[in-house]
């Protein structure tokens, strides 16, 4: 089993910044690829970013691209999520996941944490 708790949400203005952070632990001595995703009140889950279990290669969500960079630290057993430029359209509950492919589907993904809250103010 592999446990993952999120940090890093809040409450902050438009155009402002946050890095969200995703910390494992449990069987953490096999990498996963992780991903965030995103739940906004009314709608459904969305992908946000992903990442291979190296670090190597990356994907994001076109909403996202250019504004928000994930990054992981394996010897951390940690996963981040640096949001910049934040809009208000990007208010959401943020999950990380964790899971044996680099995919996109969130049904793809075996571990999820709780989840962090993100507020962007207009």
């Known amino acids: 089993q592999v446990q993952l708790v999120e940090s890093g949400g809040g409450l902050v203005q438009a155009g402002g910044s946050l890095r969200l952070s995703c910390a494992a632990s449990?069987?953490?001595?096999?990498?996963?690829?992780m991903g965030w995703f995103r739940q906004a009140p009314t709608k459904e889950r969305e992908f946000v970013a992903a990442i291979s279990t190296g670090g190597g290669a990356t994907s994001y969500a076109d909403s996202v691209k250019g504004r928000f960079t994930i990054s992981r630290d394996n010897i951390k057993n940690t996963v981040y999520l640096q949001m910049n430029s934040l809009k208000p359209e990007d208010t959401a509950v943020y999950f990380c996941?964790?899971?044996?492919?680099?995919?996109?589907?969130?049904?793809?993904?075996?571990?999820w944490g709780q989840g962090t809250q993100v507020t962007v103010s207009s």
């Open positions: 449990g069987r953490t001595g096999i990498t996963y690829a």
């Open positions: 996941a964790g899971g044996p492919r680099y995919t996109n589907y969130a049904a793809e993904y075996n571990y």
